[in-house]
């Protein structure tokens, strides 16, 4: 028989995949970032320096698609903003947390294990429709494709 999930096994558990989700969206939108970033400056420095074809031409020409792609996804799919979300619910959970470890607030009575789960239930459920809206929809994609055969 499996042994019950108690209420702050559950909290460290939801903390920990909401902690997980914060650090890839943090990292990928770094990622991106330096891709934009490097990419941008790199392109008109070799078309500067160089007169050999494949440095002043070809590698430009894949940084700048490159910068391209990057901003592009950045813009779609909002790591950053991701992160900020998944990295707020984080700290409110591990406040929860605290609270009920040491006793404060509505973690004063008996009914503090309830309480804990409650709490970090609805925060798991309000941080599903905090992120909702920054799943591309159909409308936002179908406008790109328009926009791309405007070019």
Request: aromatic share 10%.
């Amino acid at each position: 028989m499996e042994k019950k999930e108690t209420p702050l096994e559950y909290s460290v558990r939801i903390k920990n995949g909401i902690a997980e989700k914060a650090k890839k969206n943090k990292g990928l939108s770094t990622f991106l970032f330096l891709v934009v970033l490097i990419s941008t400056v790199l392109s008109p420095a070799l078309i500067l320096i160089s007169d050999h074809f494949y440095l002043s031409k070809v590698l430009p020409s894949i940084l700048t698609a490159g910068a391209a792609l990057a901003s592009y996804w950045i813009q779609l799919r909002k790591p950053h903003e991701r992160w900020v979300i998944y990295r707020t619910a984080q700290r409110e959970i591990e406040f929860e947390i605290d609270q009920y470890q040491f006793g404060n607030g509505d973690y004063s009575d008996e009914k503090k294990d309830n309480t804990l789960a409650n709490k970090v239930c609805k925060r798991a459920l309000q941080l599903h429709y905090e992120w909702m809206p920054l799943v591309p929809k159909a409308e936002e994609l179908q406008n790109i494709k328009m926009n791309q055969n405007e070019l």
